[in-house]
């Protein structure tokens, strides 16, 4: 491993020195001091963001057709998005995907033939790491609490028309009658308690609060070595989990070193949280309070505990505090699915012919039910690794992040699946249809086209 991953980190370190504000190469177990002023950082950094932009966007471009191609008549839960369309990681050229699919990974490896968009996904910069949020968030934020969420070093990446409805609605669990309950209206901290107000419990109440409170973390914070212009009282974890569902923001996973090898970690929605014996997509936490304290002392701030405590670390009270944090996000519910029944599986009396093909395929030959088991709300609480670098040259350095292999990852529920792209832990996914291509080649099962549109189809019901 050492003799594999000395070059690009070699290059990642003249990178560093040439021309950027970082002072050491990412190599290192702690996050760096900065050896700069703070000024001299942002401008250096500010007068890199459009480069650091556009290699970003020649990387999307190149991987990617990210136009905007609505299906027609298929809108997200909260009624104010369409459901984008079609396969859009882009194929070598020459190549079909029943021909790729019907070479081994070791073919695919050999002729370097996988998609760039089946490929791990950068940081939009990985050197430096940290939350990004999408603008609607950012504006939003800044509208109602005066607070920057916009970071001088880097934007988001993706167009907004990829991304989740904003702002999602919300389905409670002990209020099922009441449907969405956000009033189309983003939860912060200055409106919380009066939409739900007589709606949840004090207990509920206090969770939220909390959820909603911004607290340090590792841009956005008050010390020197901060990504936003302004001295900055932090992030709140709905924040990223808008509404408990999600905005796409993204960072870089808290439990992997060095820098240069830690994977992009998009979102996830916080829906069916009740449900769900494992939480972070590596770290296998075994419940929601452990995950809810976890991310308060660790991911906030990339993992690094000790970078924490200097810029304020939030410690909340197991018992009188991240209880109730635990409470309020389990009651937390999934969108309707009307053509499911209690089992999860469909009601042939309100199914589509082609709806209910696709819950064959599922089932059957797509191996989906293997780990999406539908009567545990489509996942199964275990790890998985699907071995992605078989089909690929492990060690590959794009946009200074080093391919290693993804290892386990948990089995995220399909449950509201089309409220939620980009898809995958790191959202390299743009559709579903990109996803049921994805698994395809992963998995082998060489579904045809017929296939193919009908699982869509029918994760549209979930």
């Known amino acids: ?15 560093t020195l040439e021309a950027s504000s970082d002072p050491l190469p990412p190599d290192l177990t702690y996050r760096p001091l900065p050896t700069l002023p703070f000024s001299q950082v942002k401008e250096i950094d500010e007068a890199q963001k459009p480069a650091v932009m556009r290699r970003q966007a020649d990387l999307l471009n190149r991987r990617y057709d990210l136009a905007n191609r609505p299906m027609e008549d298929v809108m997200m839960s909260g009624g104010t998005r369409p459901v984008q369309a079609g ?3 882009k194929l070598p050229d020459g190549v079909s995907w029943d021909a790729l699919a ?18 791990p996904l950068p940081h939009v910069k990985q050197a430096t790491g940290g939350q990004v949020f999408p ?31 904003f702002p999602p609605p919300i389905f409670l669990t002990t209020h099922p009658e009441l449907g969405d309950v956000s009033r189309g209206q983003l939860l912060t901290i200055k409106n919380h308690y009066e939409i739900l107000n007589g709606i949840i419990t004090p207990v509920q109440m206090e969770g939220l609060r909390l959820l909603l409170t911004p607290f340090p973390q590792e841009e956005f914070n ?3 070595d901060r990504k936003v212009a302004g001295q900055s009282l932090g992030v709140a974890c709905l924040d990223c989990h808008s509404n408990f569902n999600t905005n796409g923001a993204f960072h870089l996973t808290p439990d992997v070193r060095p820098q240069a090898s830690r994977f992009r970690l998009d979102t996830t929605s916080l829906r069916g949280m009740f449900n769900q014996q494992i939480h972070g997509s590596k770290r296998s936490l075994r419940s929601v309070e452990d995950f809810t304290e976890f991310e308060q002392r660790t991911a906030y701030f990339n993992g690094d505990h000790v970078s924490a405590t200097r810029k304020g670390a939030n410690l909340p009270d197991r018992t009188n505090q991240v209880a109730m944090m635990a409470q309020m996000q389990n009651i937390i519910d999934f969108p309707p699915a009307p053509k499911l029944d209690v089992f999860g599986r469909l009601d042939p009396a309100r199914a589509t012919d082609l709806e209910l093909e696709g819950e064959k395929v599922f089932l059957g030959k797509g191996r989906c039910a293997d780990c999406h088991v539908p009567q545990t709300s489509f996942m199964d609480n275990n790890m998985h690794d699907l071995k992605l670098e078989r089909f690929y040259e492990i060690g590959k350095t794009v946009n200074d992040f080093i391919a290693l292999p993804d290892g386990p990852i948990k089995t995220f529920t399909l449950r509201g699946i089309k409220d939620t792209p980009p898809y995958l832990h ?4 743009m559709t579903l249809a990109d996803t049921v291509e994805f698994f395809n080649l992963v998995l082998g099962v060489k579904l045809d086209q017929q296939e193919k549109d009908a699982l869509v189809a029918y994760l549209l019901t979930l």
């Open 1 to 15: 491993m050492p003799v594999l991953l000395a070059a690009p980190f070699a290059a990642i370190f003249l990178f």
């Open 87 to 89: 396969v859009r990681v």
């Open 102 to 119: 019907s070479m081994t990974p070791r073919e695919i490896r050999d002729k370097g033939l996988l998609p760039e968009g089946f490929m």
């Open 135 to 165: 603008d609607r968030q950012i504006e939003e934020i800044a509208k109602q609490e005066a607070r920057d969420l916009r970071r001088f070093d880097a934007d988001f990446d993706f167009p907004d028309h990829l991304m989740p409805e």
């Open 222 to 224: 008050q010390t020197e």
């Open 426 to 429: 790191d959202g390299r996914l």
